[in-house]
């Protein structure tokens, strides 16, 4: 293959994306109760929602070094595109060009360009299929970026979870004042900023009002969804996942749509019975 794409594994890849040849993962790593699981080919999402559960304290999640990143640099492709999740949520984007430029002192000049997502898991999916398709089309480096950035401008992240306590404990929803306990069994609808930061969209009394009501927002929101596709991660709650999904496509029509199971870091943040819609 003459190009290569790296998803840090905040993103899921599809069974098709890893038989490609062309897609590749940057392993991070998550620190649970005492623990420290690289969350790779290996990772087993029940123990981990288990370890979760049973440990006291708040689960950490560490990037690839700069070193991890020039290593899956090497190789023999001419062009190297790296998905990152959004900067303002880990250092991976800052991690992957440092990389780059140690690349580049060590080896000189090669075509690599990282992107920061302003997303995570199923919406890097979704711009590594971007850049998939626009290499298969026969677009030369420069436009395969222009195109995917301008791509990652338009994409929007929803998502509800059940549990935000990862989230709150590693400082990941600051700003956001109007959450309220969750003993009143209130449930935040969350979005992206353009910034790549977490937003609260709304919120409704128990899980099921709150997915309907990320549908409504989503149906709200999106412009020419027909030329889009739809992606869609969850957290060991496939039904939800698909019930989310028939919500969606009774609203309005997508060029493809499909379901992923959430990677480790997703996992981590997440948590059981999360859902991420991304389009």
Known sequence: MDYKIIVDSCGELTDEMKKSGVCQTASLSMQIGGVTIVDDETFDQEDVLRRIAASADCPRSSCPSPEKYMDLYTGGEKRIYVVTLSSELSGSYNSACLGKKLYEEEYGDKEIYVFNSRSASVGETLIALKIQECEESGMPFDQVVSSTESYIDGQHTYFVLENLDTLRKNGRLTGIKSIVASAL???????????GTIC???????????????????AREVEDPEKKILGISHCNCFERAKEVQSLLLEKFHVRSSFIVDTAGISTMYANDGGVIVVI
């Open 200 to 218: 609260q969209l709304g919120q409704a009394r128990g899980i099921k009002r709150a997915l309907v009501r990320m549908t409504d927002c989503i």
């Open 185 to 195: 069994n209130i449930k935040p609808v969350l979005g992206s900023t353009p910034q």
